[in-house]
């Protein structure tokens, strides 16, 4: 996988060196049935009480310097995987962060999850192992037919036969074992689907109950995780039986070639003891080297779903351009601007667009829901590329300006307000992190908000629950007004932000943002007409198109969709 070169470059020293020590203790694991094939066939045999002692000695020595090269390779696995781990985690959210919209949408959010947890860490199980048993194993099954082999060449025949099948088992494990894999990581992606679905609906949950619908489509997704698991461990439990099979009829054969050939004076006891100790190692290398294939077969899929996102093209680019002109501040100008989700123009949800909105202007923007309202306003901080026409702002496109530098002198309050689990001055900070108490307080002040934050025990230091939960949806807008207000930008955008609040205090924010954003210029998405009735212009939208351009007046005498607006919502004939 490309993205893994990154890691291999930046960690391999350490790796190596830990292999290094990993080596010694297989070579110390590989000396010892020789050392007791020896003690038994002199030793013991010649009645050598010395020998004995001496040999064994040795011994000692060699599983203490086993002993020590294993403890040395367990820290430096742990600090290599651990921080490995940790690393790809962060660049892998470093990467989804720094999608675009237009991107992040190509993904599930509960897979990302996924991917930055789940996959993570088989991924880094793997690496681990790799440093413990995965590469230990490879040598010890090496090893140990190379030591077999020079102690007995005629019972090395078994290990001729034996050896082949185990390897055609793993391969035909590794092949059978990988689809199936994939499945099961896109099967708990569905399961964290359903239940982040669940959790950010819960109030709806209950308030209709629906508890039997949700236990029945989380019940539905669990039972297909566990029929995939159970179907991919089941193919995998299969071929560890069948390789330990083969290798135990392996070592019943060597017992039974060894007792012909001591009966016959052909073979020593201590020769066949320490043969049966490398088939025993042989068998225990080739189960963890069949476990191997197994976390292999996991990492190589969730690095297959990491790599996807690592791979993806970001279409908004990243130039690291300034302002190369500092034009009319906060001016936004739209030229024949056509934008369609999917890049096809014939599927668009804006349609040759034209329009300017001069510095210091307050637009309304009203249309009937899915006119693409909050789609226009999203386009100009750019979080999604138009497909045909040019966006400017302060007079430079923005395709030209790095979105970084171009976002600093915008603040957006969402149609959805989220607040971050945290203190309410932490939330409103969020606009600008350096702001003073005063600067967020009159920022609340203008955003209506001060009032019920202050009669709070705890005032600006009130936790906020996840999501805002210990907050009505209305505290929540101001909340999240006050943070864009903090930022002091060039443009404000308020997508529909007061739609939760009373025309009473939507009057009170408005007249407070008169006086505290002179000279700043502010886009109002509204669905109520009368809270862009008294902005200095507002563009009416239909189908994705600019029907009507003009102040309250001028439209009620020649926009039919604002006139239509305006009847349904104020009740009044339109002559």
């Given at each position: 996988m490309p993205f893994l070169k990154k890691y291999v470059g930046k960690y391999w020293k350490l790796f190596s060196v830990a292999v290094l020590f990993l080596t010694v203790e297989a070579l110390c694991d590989l000396m010892q049935p020789t050392i007791m094939s020896k003690i038994i066939d002199v030793g013991v045999a010649q009645k050598n009480i010395h020998y004995v002692y001496q040999m064994g000695g040795v011994m000692l020595l060699i599983t203490a310097l086993g002993a020590v090269a294993a403890s040395a390779r367990s820290v430096l696995a742990s600090i290599v995987s651990q921080n490995f781990g940790a690393e790809l985690r962060s660049d892998l959210f470093?990467?989804?962060?720094?999608?675009?919209?237009?991107?992040?949408?190509?993904?599930?959010?509960?897979?990302?999850?996924?991917?930055?947890?789940?996959?993570?860490?088989?991924i880094q199980v793997f690496a681990n192992g790799m440093m413990r048993v995965f590469v230990k194993s490879p040598l010890l099954a090496i090893g140990g037919l190379i030591m077999a082999t020079r102690l007995n060449l005629r019972l090395s025949v078994v290990l001729a036969i034996v050896v082949p099948v185990i390897a055609i088992l793993i391969v035909m494990n590794m092949k059978l074992g990988f689809p199936l894999f994939i499945k099961v990581q896109g099967a708990l992606d569905r399961v964290n689907s359903v239940m982040r679905e669940y959790l950010s609906g819960v109030r709806v949950v209950k308030a209709f109950n629906r508890f039997d619908f949700e236990m029945n489509k989380f019940n539905e997704a669990n039972e297909n995780f566990q029929r995939k698991s159970i179907s991919a461990i089941r193919l995998m439990s299969v071929f560890s039986p069948a390789i330990m099979l083969t290798v135990n009829l392996g070592i019943v054969a060597v017992l039974w070639m060894g007792g012909i050939g001591i009966s016959n004076g052909q073979m020593q006891v201590g020769h066949i003891i320490a043969f049966t100790n490398y088939m025993t190692q042989i068998l225990f290398s080739l189960m963890m080297i069949s476990m191997v294939f197994n976390m292999f077969v996991r990492a190589k899929a969730s690095a297959g779903r990491i790599g996807d996102v690592f791979l993806e093209v970001d279409c908004v680019t990243w130039l690291d351009n300034e302002?190369?002109?500092?034009?009319?501040?906060?001016?936004?100008?739209?030229?024949?601007?056509?934008?369609?989700?999917?890049?096809?123009?014939?599927?668009?949800?804006?349609?040759?667009?034209?329009?300017?909105?001069?510095?210091?202007?307050?637009?309304?923007?009203?249309?009937?829901?899915?006119?693409?309202?909050?789609?226009?306003?999203?386009?100009?901080?750019?979080?999604?590329?138009?497909t045909t026409g040019v966006i400017k702002v302060n007079g430079e496109d923005i395709q030209n300006i790095n979105p970084k530098k171009l976002r600093e002198r915008i603040a957006v309050v969402p149609q959805k307000n989220i607040l971050f689990t945290g203190t309410v001055v932490e939330n409103i900070r969020w606009g600008k992190e350096e702001a003073t108490m005063e600067e967020v307080e009159k920022a609340a002040l203008m955003a209506g908000a001060?009032?019920?934050?202050?009669?709070?025990?705890?005032?600006?230091?009130?936790?906020?629950?996840?999501?805002?939960?210990?907050?009505?949806?209305?505290?929540?807008?101001?909340i999240s007004i006050a943070r864009a207000l903090v930022k002091k930008p060039d443009i404000l955008i308020l997508d529909d932000s007061t739609s939760a609040v009373d025309v009473a205090t939507e009057a009170r924010i408005k007249e407070s943002l008169k006086q505290y954003a002179k000279g700043l210029t502010c886009l109002l998405i509204a669905q109520r007409i009368t809270s862009v009735i008294d902005a200095d212009k507002i563009v009416v939208l239909d189908h994705g198109e600019i029907v009507g351009v003009g102040k309250h007046d001028e439209l009620l005498e020649g926009c039919h969709v604002y006139q239509e607006i305006f009847q349904s919502q104020i009740g009044k004939e339109v002559q």
């Open positions: 470093r990467k989804i962060q720094n999608l675009s919209f237009k991107s992040i949408d190509k993904f599930d959010r509960a897979s990302l999850i996924t991917r930055l947890t789940n996959d993570v860490t088989q302002w190369k002109t500092e034009g009319e501040k906060g001016r936004v100008d739209f030229e024949h601007v056509t934008f369609s989700y999917d890049g096809n123009t014939s599927d668009a949800v804006l349609k040759d667009v034209t329009l300017t909105i001069k510095s210091g202007e307050t637009v309304g923007i009203i249309g009937s829901t899915g006119s693409g309202k909050s789609t226009l306003v999203n386009l100009i901080p750019r979080f999604y590329d138009i001060h009032d019920f934050i202050s009669v709070s025990p705890e005032g600006y230091q009130t936790r906020i629950g996840q999501g805002g939960v210990n907050f009505s949806g209305g505290q929540k807008q101001r």
